[in-house]
């Protein structure tokens, strides 16, 4: 059974602090997204990554960074925290096309629902 | 760039009774539909996906249906029952053939409630 943890449930930070979410996931997956969730507005994608130290921005990168140096792990970074990045994050992994199935399903994380004040 | 709607943003039906709930797309090179399900404060977990090969697929009690033409799928719940009510999420992507990468997009969500 896959398994995608992330480092916080809930998490509280003032306006203008450095944040770390972090994901891991232990099923080898190449593939790692970082997404928001709000009300209204669906999942949408902030980073992903297909490989260790490769990322790609989503929809919605302005704001946050990434870092991938390990295949498990899977860490986004608020360079200076926001009101506006108040949020619920979830992580998520799928398997790449080598050696994996044909369709790229998305594992999730239980999320992070961060608040910044 | 991409986007996915997604319709209605709520939905109320009696127990029993069928839900329909409709997704368009926007890049006709999307190849992979997924459906996710989301209840109350859990993470969203995948349901049922279709490939643009197929026009319809089902399993038990869910079905989706693709129009490729129209870039327009659909995820159908028949005799629904009080478990069904959650988050429902669409999602469309394009697999690279080149590359491990899969952007996957999401529509914005349908609350799905099932009266008694």
């Known amino acids: 059974d896959v398994k995608v943890t992330q480092s916080s449930r809930y998490l509280v930070k003032r306006t203008g602090e450095k944040v770390f979410l972090e994901c891991v996931q232990d099923?080898?997956?190449?593939?790692m997204f970082w997404y928001r969730q709000d009300p209204g507005l669906g999942l949408r994608l902030i980073y992903f990554?297909?490989?260790?130290?490769?990322?790609e921005k989503g929809d919605i990168p302005e704001g946050y960074s990434v870092s991938r140096e390990k295949k498990e792990r899977f860490s986004l970074i608020l360079e200076s925290a926001s009101t506006n990045q108040t949020s619920m994050y979830l992580c998520?992994?799928?398997?790449?096309?080598?050696?994996?199935?044909?369709?790229?399903?998305?594992?999730f994380g239980p999320g992070t629902r961060l608040t910044v004040t | 760039g991409e986007n996915v709607e997604q319709h209605p943003s709520t939905l109320s039906v009696q127990e029993g009774d069928s839900a329909v709930i409709k997704c368009t797309y926007s890049?006709?090179?999307?190849?992979?539909f997924p459906w996710y399900k989301q209840e109350l404060g859990k993470r969203p977990q995948l349901i049922i996906d279709?490939?643009?090969?197929?026009g319809e697929k089902k399993d038990q009690r869910i079905a989706v249906t693709l129009n490729k033409t129209a870039k327009h799928f659909s995820l159908h719940i028949t005799e629904t029952q009080p478990e069904d009510s959650a988050v429902y999420f669409c999602?469309?992507?394009?697999?690279?053939?080149?590359?491990?990468?899969?952007?996957?997009?999401f529509g914005s969500g349908t609350r799905l409630s099932i009266r008694p």
């Open positions: 998520a992994s799928s398997p790449g096309l080598a050696g994996g199935p044909r369709n790229p399903n998305l594992y």
């Open positions: 099923m080898d997956h190449e593939n």
């Open positions: 990554s297909y490989d260790v130290k490769m990322k």
């Open positions: 890049d006709s090179a999307s190849n992979y």
């Open positions: 279709i490939r643009s090969n197929v």
């Open positions: 999602a469309a992507t394009r697999r690279r053939e080149y590359s491990s990468a899969s952007k996957i997009i």
